[in-house]
């Protein structure tokens, strides 16, 4: 979800552009207050994107690409010489996520002279880099479906200094970049809960009369491609179940069908209820939930209800709702690990488990015919994504909640971390890639640094025999030790019950155990755990969870949708934080319309000058601010002021406003 506290830490951003890309900075600026972020832009000097790569720092690697940017002849050898180019970047961008571990995000950016030749080089580009972890490709379509608009190119600026776009399109690119950098560090949900009628269909199934018109199909798609990409969806309606599932499997125009659907709750109980019932079937937390409902009162009863879920209002009208689950941030994918891709299956192999459950007369029956296997191992590279996925996913089983990135598990050897993955399987179905630990040596004892399960490997015995391997570890390289360091959250609960029943002792937040009798761990459902005072953890005091933060999700979907709403809240944000220059001076302001008009184009791009002559570049202005402003000049007046103009001394409203009223009076003349 989106959580104005995502990432306390300042994030530097490496952006390189093979054009001047300077003019992001202000939107981006805008994004960052927006999201409670705190970036750090640094610029690469104009068309340094190979050198960019190849520099050392940290940061997220930003590259803006105009592939026409490399295309000086076409049909003369042009083609293969972009290809090459794309070849060789993609080579590059490997490398630096593999030499660095940083994350690379590569945005191709529409331009003018794009063509299906253009576009087939950046999709084979996308191919070559698609297995590469840490890589994320937007391609121009994608760009320009996110955020069209009519004014994307300037050619007059393009020629005086490589600027090419207006500012529309800028804060578009600035947009495109903070949806890409947000999406990389902000959770993301695990469960999307979704009325039935008038949201997903038109009509009400009570009445015996609904209708999936094209815009509800293409709402379906969306939410089928959610499940492709490890989300899960549930339905929650305000009808009989049976209905639903009738609709789900016999109306032919359904898109949504039985077998993407994990869960339904159709009754008429409240809705907040139902997600709890749901989540605690799921075993997931409430604040992995997103909501959407048409109805406004029902959006109303979950956010009082469960406030730990997202809960929307979608749109009631169908195309306008497919339009803002476009910019609904949270169900932006990034890469779909294996385990995503079968996560619905997962669920279904898990409800036969709770089936074969009930059936057992004691728990100990049930797992003995479990037949459950579990193998522990090193990670392979195509884990890793895998890996930082669990870290930053697990919550309810997770000792210390540290949260990691690819490039920080690729990493971990070189750190003097050890690394080891868990996968279980059982006669119903894979659990998948499940569990993690990282461990290091220190003083005689292992110590673990992470221990992890997913929820629904929980309860088994797996979390007994990851500790059994570390005492295994322990052991062989003659450590008297094996120390599990906690932090207590509101959701790890679960974890912090498995510390109670080990035969251990705290060390402040620290379970100690001998490594003989961490290797000798075995899981005995049978055996009472009451019979000594349970050692507990220091634990934080609870508090109640911050309600999901819908309103910033709803005005990104609604508010801040297009360019052109983007870049007049990027300066009206601008206006309110800049200082004003010079309170003191008397205020000799515009004493024409002309000059009016003039001083209202240089309100965000300088400090508000008191006077018609104030100099641009006194007040702060520089040369790429003064080609902004230019191009400003011709969309207001429909006139090219000549370059030199922006470079008089002192550069003034009044000035300005004399060379263009001359330029309007000399086209009118020409006419």
Same mark, same amino acid.
């Given at each position: ?23 992001? /900075? ?92 253009? *576009? ?7 191919? =070559? ?9 937007? #391609? ?9 608009? $009519? ?91 049976? #209905? ?8 032919? #125009? ?25 989540? !605690? ?141 868990? !996968? ?7 659990? @998948? ?19 992890? *399960? ?13 500790? /059994?391997?570390?005492?295994? %570890? ?6 008297? !030790? ?16 498995? +510390? ?12 100690? +155990? ?43 979907? =609604? ?12 300066? $009206? ?15 000799? @302001? ?29 007040? @702060? ?32 409203? /009044? ?10 009076? %000399? /086209?009118?003349?020409?006419?």
């Amino acid at each position: 979800m989106i959580d104005r506290t995502v990432s306390p830490a300042p994030h530097r951003l490496r952006l390189a552009a093979t054009f001047t890309a300077a003019p992001l /900075a202000a939107p981006l600026a805008f994004w960052a207050a927006e999201l409670g972020l705190e970036l750090e832009p640094e610029f690469a000097p104009y068309g340094q994107v190979f050198h960019e790569l190849l520099r050392e720092g940290d940061g997220t690697r930003v590259l803006l690409l105009r592939t026409v940017d490399w295309l000086t002849e076409p049909g003369n050898g042009d083609d293969d010489r972009l290809r090459d180019l794309l070849v060789d970047l993609a080579a590059a961008v490997r490398e630096a996520v593999e030499r660095r571990g940083e994350p690379v995000i590569v945005v191709f950016c529409p331009a003018a002279g794009d063509s299906p030749r253009t *576009l087939a080089a950046e999709r084979r580009f996308a191919d =070559t880099v698609r297995d590469a972890s840490g890589v994320r490709v937007i #391609d121009s379509r994608q760009v320009r479906s996110w955020y069209a608009t $009519a004014s994307w190119h300037r050619a007059y600026t393009q020629r005086l200094g490589a600027v090419p776009y207006t500012e529309e399109a800028y804060a578009a690119l600035a947009t495109v970049v903070a949806r890409c950098v947000h999406a990389a560090l902000a959770p993301r949900p695990k469960v999307i809960a979704v009325d039935c009628d008038n949201t997903i269909w038109d009509g009400e199934v009570a009445e015996g009369a609904i209708a999936v018109p094209a815009a509800r199909r293409e709402l379906q798609s969306m939410l089928v491609e959610q499940v492709r990409a490890g989300r899960l969806v549930c339905l929650c309606s305000r009808n009989a179940e049976a #209905d639903i599932v009738e609709v789900l499997t016999n109306h032919p #125009d359904m898109v949504l069908r039985p077998e993407h659907v994990t869960a339904i709750r159709a009754n008429w109980r409240p809705k907040s209820q139902n997600l709890r019932s749901l989540a !605690e079937e799921l075993s997931v937390g409430l604040d992995t939930f997103l909501f959407l409902d048409d109805d406004p009162v029902q959006v109303a009863e979950v956010r009082t209800g469960a406030p730990e879920v997202t809960a929307l209002r979608l749109p009631a009208e169908a195309g306008t709702a497919v339009g803002y689950l476009r910019h609904c941030w949270p169900l932006d994918v990034t890469q779909v690990t294996a385990e995503d891709a079968n996560r619905t299956e997962s669920y279904r192999d898990n409800r036969l488990r709770e089936a074969s459950r009930r059936e057992s007369a004691t728990l100990a029956q049930f797992l003995a015919k479990l037949d459950l296997r579990v193998t522990i191992r090193e990670p392979e590279p195509h884990d890793l994504d895998r890996v930082a996925q669990l870290t930053q996913r697990t919550n309810q089983f997770n000792l210390s909640g540290v949260r990691l990135t690819a490039a920080e598990v690729s990493r971990l050897p070189g750190e003097g971390l050890g690394c080891l993955v868990v !996968e279980a399987r059982d006669r119903f179905g894979s659990y @998948g890639l499940a569990g993690l630990l990282i461990f290091r040596t220190a003083g005689g004892a292992l110590i673990a640094e992470t221990f992890l *399960l997913s929820c629904r490997a929980m309860g088994r015995g797996v979390e007994h025999r990851m500790l /059994a391997h570390l005492g295994d %570890l322990a052991g062989q390289h003659g450590l008297r !030790e094996v120390r599990l360091p906690f932090r207590a959250t509101d959701r790890n609960v679960p974890a912090a019950e498995f +510390l109670d029943t080990l035969p251990g002792r705290w060390d402040e937040s620290v379970l100690v +155990l001998d490594a003989a009798a961490a290797a000798a761990t075995r899981y005995a459902p049978q055996q009472p755990t009451g019979d000594r005072p349970a050692p507990r953890a220091p634990r934080s005091g609870h508090r109640t969870p911050a309600a999901a933060p819908s309103a910033l999700i709803d005005r990104i979907a =609604t508010e801040l949708a297009t360019p052109s709403l983007v870049a007049k809240a990027a300066a $009206a944000w601008r206006s309110r934080f800049t200082a004003s220059h010079d309170r003191g001076r008397p205020d000799t @302001g515009p004493c024409t319309p002309m000059e009016a008009r003039v001083m209202r184009l240089w309100q965000d791009l300088v400090p508000s000058p008191r006077s018609v002559h104030d100099d641009f570049f006194e007040l @702060g202005g520089d040369s790429l601010t003064a080609l902004l402003f230019l191009g400003r000049a011709l969309d207001e007046f429909g006139v090219e002021l000549p370059a030199d103009t922006m470079f008089a001394s002192p550069l003034t409203v /009044a000035g300005v406003s004399t060379a263009i009223e001359d330029a309007l009076r %000399l /086209a009118g003349d020409r006419q």
